[in-house]
């Protein structure tokens, strides 16, 4: 299995995972899912100038990150996934990527959010979603960077 | 007296704003107010001493995103205070030296706690001035900003005078535990905190090839300076 | 150039400086931004206080970004608010540019400012300083200030031209190269400093061969640490860690 991270992250790539969860995870790959920049080159080719040379980087829809998973196990690399929402990651699970922990790094705040953490806000549909991945024996850990203690999310708390 | 507080004041409120609030210029480095701090209290060198160490010691720790790093600042202020009041006419000595270091992380860890309370409070701020703009006044953005800083400001002016005081009163104790006279062990681990410091500089920095180039330097400045020390 | 008289732009300019001024964790830089961006809006919404205020409310919305670099996406957010003002571009526009931006654009000012440059300009004035103090600070504040104000006057001029030419500016500012650079020279840096404070304190121990032993131990001692940190332990674990032995040390 070549993954070493599941992230759920708002804004994706940022700061906190290129200068900390690619070093701490020693990750060469990472795999951004996500419809919209599948589909908008513009925005790709800035994320891209935001990782380092070395790091292959790699976008794709939803439904395709098992295909392309396999072809970066081939090469032996070791990928960080990326998701943008609870939902997105919950749907790549669902479509044969299966992962043992998620982590969630920042969801922002908006009204009728709950705070789990400083940058990490829950909708009701978030924690449907914590069931959800409980159910199939899936962690989740609330980190923003490697440094913090982080908080495991227990299925009980609403 | 009052001129000093009155320094120390200004200090806080200038790096702490510095440090999150505005400009970012580094003036909240702690080499910087260490050494200023040092100058308030009589011992700018004493001041630049701590504060070179403390500079690299928590580069490691980035400000990324919602994280937030211990205060090195806050560490300096104490530092730079106890080492000025610590150092005798030679200088800082080794066992003083080490305990100002170490007695200077429960400042940083307080630093980053209030540092994550006036973020908290700026929330609120924050959304008062959404609603206020959604009543209509524009205005209330500049208000609010202002207000965030000037909170940032005075949070930072009581920080400053309170490590600065625990400061002064850990280093006119500092000497008589930890000085020459005593029997203490600190002055022995005082060559340990440049190199954690570059450490921490070598962890942050860290691609492919940093490595080889770290410890290359290392071996070759090492060297030569042993040579020019025994040849001169 | 846009509409902007440039007294307006120059407005702008200086509040950018204020941008993490109510950091707060729900909009986080939020009203910085809003602060940022309200001169030029006044000047698009001169005779329409309503829709100063309808786009007010879209720029108080969640927003992050490395504060040097929040120049280049406010500047084309400004462009793009013109652009609205005259009806020619949809409000919507600009939500999904800004969140795809300032997630990249935090990534490459975290890696830059505070993973490259930062520690080079750190490193360069704590050795520095052991010649004399002033030396050290000067050296620290130049190194990056120089580079800091450049990005954020370049890159405010260049989002103030557009999204291609914000894009065009950073695939020419070339980061990614710089950042790698400025890496090698703090690790060179890092390197040189760790060896002039070891070979101090090894003359001052011992003579021969005591010298070479002594640095194997620096050496050591620098890699168990790094060890440590890659394994996540913060500095003031270590530190307290070794307050602890001392003490015990001392009451023995």
């Known amino acids: 299995m070549p993954l070493v991270l599941v992230r759920v992250d708002c804004r994706l790539i940022h700061g906190q995972v290129v200068e900390t969860w690619l070093p701490h995870t020693g990750a060469n790959c990472v795999v951004v899912a996500n419809d919209d920049l599948a589909g908008n080159p513009f925005l790709r080719s800035v994320m891209e100038l935001a990782v380092p040379p070395s790091i292959h980087m790699v976008f794709c829809r939803l439904d395709e990150v098992a295909k392309e998973l396999e072809r970066i196990d081939s090469h032996e690399e070791k990928a960080i996934l990326l998701c943008s929402t609870f939902s997105d990651a919950l749907r790549v699970y669902n479509s044969g990527t299966r992962f043992s922990s998620i982590n969630i790094g920042n969801l922002h705040y908006a009204a009728g959010k709950v705070e789990i953490s400083p940058s990490v806000f829950f909708s009701p549909e978030d924690f449907e979603a914590v069931h959800n991945f409980r159910d199939h024996g899936v962690e989740v850990n609330v980190r923003a960077t490697p440094f913090e203690a982080g908080t495991t999310c227990e299925p009980g708390r609403k | ?232 | 150039m846009g509409g902007l008289t440039h007294s307006v732009r120059r407005k702008v300019w200086w509040r950018l400086f204020l941008l993490q001024g109510c950091w707060n964790y729900e909009g986080m830089q939020n009203v910085g931004f809003a602060y940022g961006i309200l001169p030029a809006l006044r000047h698009y919404y001169r005779e329409r206080p309503e829709d100063l205020i309808k786009s007010l409310k879209r720029n108080l919305e969640y927003f992050n970004t490395h504060p040097a670099m929040g120049g280049v996406i406010l500047g084309a957010t400004a462009r793009i608010e013109e652009r609205v003002a005259s009806g020619e571009a949809d409000p919507r526009a600009i939500g999904t540019f800004k969140v795809a931006l300032m997630g990249s654009l935090g990534a490459i000012g975290d890696s830059y400012f505070w993973g490259a440059l930062k520690p080079m300009a750190s490193v360069a004035g704590a050795i520095l300083s052991l010649i004399h103090p002033a030396l050290g600070i000067a050296a620290l504040l130049l190194l990056y200030n120089l580079s800091h104000v450049l990005v954020r006057l370049k890159g405010f001029a260049a989002g103030m031209d557009g999204e291609e030419s914000a894009v065009r500016f950073l695939k020419e500012a070339g980061f990614t190269g710089r950042t790698e650079d400025r890496k090698i020279l703090a690790a060179i840096l890092g390197g040189a400093y760790a060896g002039v404070l070891s070979s101090k304190t090894a003359f001052m121990s011992g003579e021969g061969p005591s010298a070479v032993g002594f640095f194997i131990v620096a050496l050591l001692a620098v890699h168990i640490v790094t060890v440590l940190f890659r394994k996540a332990v913060s500095p003031s674990e270590i530190m307290l860690f070794l307050l602890v032995i001392g003490t015990i040390f001392i009451w023995r």
Not at chain 2, 21 to 31: E, K
Not at chain 2, 89 to 100: E, M, N, T, Y
Not at chain 2, 159 to 169: K, V
Not at chain 2, 189 to 207: D, E, H, K, Y
Request: hydrophobic share 55%; glycine share 10%; proline share 4%.
């Open chain 2, 1 to 232: 007296m009052v001129w000093q507080l009155l320094l120390v004041a200004a200090i806080g409120a200038v790096a702490y704003i510095d440090r999150t609030a505005a400009f970012q210029l580094m003036l909240h480095r702690p080499l910087v107010v260490a050494t200023a701090m040092g100058a308030v209290f009589g011992n700018a060198f004493a001041g630049a001493q701590v504060g070179a160490v403390l500079e690299l010691l928590y580069l490691v720790r980035l400000p990324v995103g919602a994280s937030t790093p211990p205060d090195d600042t806050g560490a300096a202020m104490f530092g730079g205070a106890a080492a000025a009041v610590a150092s005798s006419s030679i200088g800082l000595d080794a066992g003083s030296f080490s305990a100002v270091l170490l007695l200077s992380v429960p400042c940083a860890e307080t630093g980053k706690a209030v540092d994550r309370l006036v973020r908290r409070v700026n929330g609120r701020i924050a959304a008062l001035t959404i609603e206020s703009v959604e009543r209509g006044d524009s205005q209330a953005v500049e208000h609010g900003l202002l207000a965030g800083v000037a909170l940032f400001a005075i949070s930072g002016t009581v920080l400053a005078l309170s490590f600065s005081g625990l400061g002064l009163a850990a280093g006119k104790l500092l000497l008589p535990c930890f000085g020459p006279a005593s029997k203490a062990r600190f002055a022995v681990m005082l060559p340990l905190f440049p190199l954690i410091g570059a450490a921490s500089v070598f962890s942050c920095t860290r691609t492919d090839r940093t490595a080889p180039a770290f410890y290359l330097t290392m071996w070759t400045v090492f060297a030569a300076t042993l040579f020019f020390r025994w040849a001169g």
